[in-house]
């Protein structure tokens, strides 16, 4: 059976159970942008960070891109988060291939070229690009000096998270 199937099982069973309030406006703390890898899913449980308390936005390679805006937006001027964490990782998939060598690589998967996605945010330094997607949002005109803005690293070989924050973030309210 596909993992899909055991779900849509799963969720005839589970909810049965399931608790209403789940439908209450959202009341989130902190914006969390990481990366898609699965080896990540457990990162608010390692924070010690309750579900309820955090918008998390993932893409692969934990690029600040215009959508991971359009998310925050709602983040920060709905919701009324004021704190986001920028959280890449070691041993990332954006690391293996440069732009060029990705475009080439679908390529031959696909046998076709297309104009879009224009760039795939591939990297080779991680410290360097999540210091760089700090100062993306940090420079963003819609998001408030007053947000505090903060980058880390987590080594997925010994789980620690390694702040990055570059020192011209200038996080008004960062400890
Ligand atoms: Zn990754």
């Known amino acids: 059976m596909s993992l899909i199937e055991n779900a849509i099982?799963?969720?005839r069973k589970n909810a049965r159970h399931h608790d209403p309030s789940l439908a209450n406006k959202p009341a989130p703390k902190v914006a969390i942008l990481t990366c898609m890898d699965p080896r990540l899913?457990?990162?608010?449980?390692w924070l010690e960070i309750k579900p309820a308390d955090a918008d998390v936005i993932r893409n692969v390679g934990t690029a600040a891109t215009e959508d991971v805006v359009r998310s925050l937006m709602f983040s920060i001027h709905v919701?009324?988060?004021?704190e986001v964490m920028i959280v890449g990782h070691?041993?990332?998939g954006m690391e293996i291939f440069s732009e060029e060598e990705f475009e080439n690589h679908i390529h031959t998967q696909t046998g076709a070229w297309a104009v879009a996605p224009d760039r795939f945010h591939c990297y080779k330094d991680v410290?360097?690009?999540?210091?760089?997607?700090?100062?993306?949002?940090?420079?963003?005109?819609w998001i408030p000096s007053e947000v505090v803005i903060r980058g880390f690293v987590f080594d997925l070989s010994t789980g620690e998270l390694r702040e990055v924050t570059p020192k011209d973030a200038k996080n008004r309210l960062a400890a």
């Open 9 to 11: 099982a799963a969720n």
């Open 41 to 45: 899913n457990d990162l608010l449980q």
């Open 79 to 82: 919701l009324g988060v004021r």
């Open 90 to 92: 070691t041993g990332c």
């Open 127 to 141: 410290n360097l690009v999540t210091q760089r997607q700090v100062l993306k949002l940090r420079s963003h005109p």
